[in-house]
């Protein structure tokens, strides 16, 4: 019989972070990420446990935390409401014609082309993301509600975590359920600092279980908790397409 992973007993954690010794520019941006949330955590005067940086410079940050807040922590970062939205169509059950039934239908008028006409949308829940500090700084934000906020919203949603499975982290918190993420992290952050654990592409882009080459995707897990926070400094940005003109004056915007 295996003998139970008995883990070290360690109250609090400094995790130390040089930007020299990060492999990847996303695990760069995770880390500003990180120093950006906990910074807003401690402007709210409401977060428990201890969760403060204190080293910030240009070398990099350091982290001083516990388990109660790091929980604390991730409550915030993924932070999420049930609210009612309004679909043009039907939803449909996964491989399958069945459609959900609607909450409620709402009936419009809508604009188009110059023309009015009546059009019926099908109202369902749907779990929004928070946002934490990304909120306050949305200029077209009224309450929790925002053009850019939604945006960062629709790409978290759509994109990096467009998997239904990897979205469990925000829709345990917006039904209140308990969760055991930041206890999983806690419980390998305490680990030497060079173990490694599994590097999914819900935290890193283009990961994969193995590559072609049968070479598994690894990282450190003190790395792998900054890509956590990484999404909260991703640029979200309206693409627009330009041509250069024939005389190279410059750009001519299409749209």
């Known amino acids: 019989m295996a003998k139970k992973k008995t883990l070290p007993e360690i109250e609090v954690l400094d995790l130390d972070y040089n930007l020299a010794e990060?492999?990847?520019s996303q695990h760069r941006a995770g880390l500003v990420g990180l120093v950006l949330m906990v910074q807003w955590l401690k402007r709210q005067g409401t977060h428990k446990g201890i969760c403060d940086v204190t080293r910030l410079d240009g070398r990099g940050?350091?982290?001083r935390i516990n388990q109660e807040g790091l929980a604390a922590l991730f409550d915030e970062m993924y932070a999420a409401s049930i609210e009612e939205v309004e679909e043009s169509k039907l939803r449909t059950k996964r491989n399958s014609n069945e459609t959900h039934p609607p909450i409620k239908e709402v009936v419009k008028d809508v604009v188009r082309r110059g023309k009015t006409e009546t059009k019926t949308f099908y109202v369902y829940p749907a779990y929004i993301p928070r946002g934490a500090f990304l909120v306050d700084l949305d200029p077209t934000a009224s309450g929790d509600k925002g053009v850019w906020i939604k945006l960062w919203r629709d790409v978290i949603w759509n994109i990096f975590?467009?998997?239904?499975?990897?979205?469990k982290p925000f829709e345990d918190r917006a039904e209140?359920?308990?969760?055991?993420?930041a206890a999983d992290v806690w419980a390998n952050l305490i680990l030497p600092s060079d173990y490694l654990i599994e590097l999914r592409s819900t935290y890193f882009i283009g990961a994969q279980?193995?590559?072609?080459?049968?070479?598994?995707?690894?990282?450190?897990a003190r790395f792998r908790f900054l890509l956590h926070f990484w999404p909260y400094t991703?640029?979200?940005?309206?693409p627009a397409v330009s041509v250069v003109e024939n005389d190279?004056?410059?750009?001519?915007?299409?749209v």
């Not at 975590?161 to 979205?167: D, L, N, S, V």
């Not at 209140?176 to 993420?181: A, E, F, S």
């Open 22 to 24: 990060l492999p990847s």
């Open 61 to 63: 940050a350091t982290l």
């Open 161 to 167: 975590r467009g998997i239904p499975a990897t979205r």
């Open 176 to 181: 209140g359920k308990p969760t055991k993420d």
């Open 209 to 220: 279980d193995v590559n072609a080459e049968n070479v598994s995707f690894k990282d450190r």
């Open 234 to 238: 991703a640029q979200v940005y309206v």
């Open 248 to 254: 190279t004056k410059g750009l001519s915007p299409l």
